[in-house]
């Protein structure tokens, strides 16, 4: 029989009315206390033409205006704040790769509040007391290694804080110190276990490792079952983003969708063109509202990222929305002739080819008018033929399967192993050279 | 078993590539007997033959190529015209295909050797010896 833990059972498993009942007691006080503390956030209610005292159930949410990435942008740096910067205990920064940073604060209840979120997540994939958890996410600016580093001392568990790179060394500490679980990209996991191999440490007879919590970037079900094939861990799959807290919600031990936890974060799926709402089980762009965060709280913030919600409670016991699947942020999206293609579509087909390795990189430019798009996929040993015409073929099958998925023509372009840049952090899965 | 152990690797068609597979095995101390390169636009395979396939393999696998042995016979080739012809003829009426070939010849000896990957090894082994046509063997080529 199946035993599932809680970190905290009460809310946890709380009925979806109570629940409910919840938020929009939360949203009302949240409405208020923006208005009221951020200049930002009464200008643009003003302009929309609604004041607090409209929303009185969760079906007014409607009436309020979106806010946008670009937004965080052109306050920079605080002027989205709620609070004075001296009520802020610590600062996070995004890596800003399209124009400013965006700067992210907690007050002393904000950090709370994310640490709960993650040892409810934490919990949920079966860690506690007795585990020894390597994050290895980048500590500093970015949020992955301090989110992580608090939520897992929270529940109790050892931190082994080795941040990201020195790979041979993840491996020894992780052999010596008996890592049970890991925190860090997929694409950087897949490194480790590659560098493993090579000094000829198995991950999964040599080590203690069982669990591995990846995000930070998007992606597939295939790859998770490369990764638990290869190395007989547990794969689970992480989402939050820095304007949320940072990394906030797992899956579960089911597997089967991220818990968002319903008391902190109000979630809506909406359709990207028109900004209506979308109901459970339709694919769109996550819109969400925070409910208990007060250094740079977020009304109707849109993350980007298209996902669909189920609400149905989870067999786990869980009643809180799961989201069912992250295809990726809406700026990762490339356009190619006018079709749309996610990297982790690509990914999804590349990886259920044995022939083709764990990394792969898709190069998109232009000749003359047209787009062009091609994949670089490493040729494993397992799958390679000393006869041409084998590698001619695998590589028009490949190119076939990406059709079939993308409806994109995509050339494909074999490449030694090793050639493509390994990433310790979140891995550059396109490079894109067409100058627009 | 007279077949011979062949290395293949892929390789990208790009400059340096070659030297860094020749520099793995001089610095190995394995010596290439033969060796061809087939290509086709952004990669080819590079197959040869050498003195102690069991390193070769192993050093270039430990060295990140991709890398696999394939078995293939050494045939003892007259080299004078019609040595080739008296070879592929014997294959070629017996029904067995030859997917490719290479050869090379020694300092010592006054014969070529000829390296054939066919579809049905036991069957050219067969009608070539059958012919009175001389197969190296592992041994063999290890001493050349």
Redesign the interface.
Same mark, same amino acid.
Do not use: A, N, Q, Y
């Given at each position: 029989m199946a035993m599932f833990d809680y970190w905290n059972p009460h809310i946890e498993r709380m009925p979806a009315e109570d629940l409910c009942k919840l938020q929009e007691e939360r949203l009302k006080s949240m409405v208020h206390y923006v208005y009221d503390h951020s200049p930002f956030y009464k200008e643009r209610f003003k302009e929309a033409g609604v004041v607090p005292e409209d929303i009185k159930e969760l079906s007014d949410l409607t009436k309020l205006p979106f806010t946008y990435k670009v937004d965080l942008r052109n306050t920079y740096p605080t002027g989205m704040f709620s609070l004075p910067r001296n009520r802020i205990v610590r600062y996070h920064v995004s890596s800003g790769t399209t124009g400013k940073p965006t700067v992210v604060g907690y007050t002393k209840d904000d950090i709370e509040m994310w640490s709960d979120s993650l040892a409810r997540a934490l919990t949920s994939i079966g860690l506690g007391r007795g585990d020894v958890i390597q994050v290895g996410y980048g500590y500093g600016l970015f949020t992955g290694g301090l989110g992580l580093h608090y939520g897992a001392e929270k529940i109790g568990a050892t931190v082994l804080p080795t941040g990201t790179g020195n790979t041979e060394r993840q491996i020894m500490l992780m052999q010596d110190l008996g890592s049970t679980a890991i925190a860090c990209t997929p694409s950087y996991f897949l490194h480790i276990a590659e560098v493993a191999e090579?000094m000829g440490v198995s991950i999964r007879d040599d080590t203690s490792l069982r669990v591995g919590v990846f995000g930070a970037e998007p992606w597939s079900d295939e790859t998770r079952r490369r990764i638990e094939e290869a190395t007989g861990i547990k794969a689970y799959d992480i989402f939050g983003t820095s304007e949320m807290s940072g990394p906030l919600f797992t899956e579960c031990q089911c597997q089967n969708g991220i818990h968002v936890w319903s008391d902190m974060f109000l979630i809506e799926v909406i359709d990207p063109k028109t900004g209506e709402q979308l109901p459970d089980g339709e694919t769109g762009e996550l819109v969400i509202t925070t409910l208990n965060k007060w250094a740079i709280p977020l009304i109707r913030y849109r993350i980007g990222d298209l996902t669909v919600i189920n609400s149905e409670p989870c067999e786990c016991g869980r009643t809180h929305p799961r989201l069912m699947r992250i295809l990726g942020r809406t700026d990762d999206m490339i356009v190619i002739r006018g079709i749309n293609v996610f990297p982790s579509q690509v990914e999804s087909v590349l990886m259920t080819i044995p022939e083709v390795g764990d990394h792969y990189q898709i190069i998109v430019d232009r000749k003359g008018p047209l787009d062009i798009m091609k994949v670089m996929v490493e @040729?494993? /040993?397992t799958g390679?033929?000393?006869?041409?015409a084998d *590698?001619?073929s695998l590589s028009k099958m490949i190119s076939k399967e990406l059709k079939g998925v993308l409806n994109v023509v995509a050339g494909v372009? *074999? @490449? /030694?192993?090793?050639?493509i840049p390994r990433s310790e952090g979140k891995a550059v899965r396109v490079i894109d050279k067409r100058k627009v | 078993m007279v077949a011979i152990k062949q290395i293949s690797l892929f390789v990208e068609n790009k400059p340096g590539r070659m030297a860094k597979v020749s520099k793995t095995l001089s610095d190995a101390g394995v010596n290439i007997r033969a060796l061809t390169v087939a290509e086709a636009g952004d990669f080819g395979v590079i197959r040869m033959v050498v003195d102690d396939p069991e390193k070769g393999y192993k050093v270039l696998h430990d060295n990140g190529f991709t890398v696999s042995e394939t078995e293939v016979l050494a045939v003892e080739m007259k080299d004078i015209p019609g040595g080739l012809y008296e070879i592929v003829n014997t294959l070629g009426e017996s029904d067995v295909n030859v997917d490719y070939a290479y050869a090379f010849v020694t300092t010592k000896a006054e014969r070529a050797m000829l390296i054939i990957r066919v579809d049905n090894l036991e069957k050219a082994r067969k009608v070539l010896t059958g012919a009175g046509i001389k197969l190296a063997t592992k041994d063999e080529i290890q001493k050349i």
């Open positions: 090579k @040729v494993t /040993e390679f033929s000393d006869k041409i *590698l001619m372009e *074999l @490449v /030694e192993p090793g050639t | -």
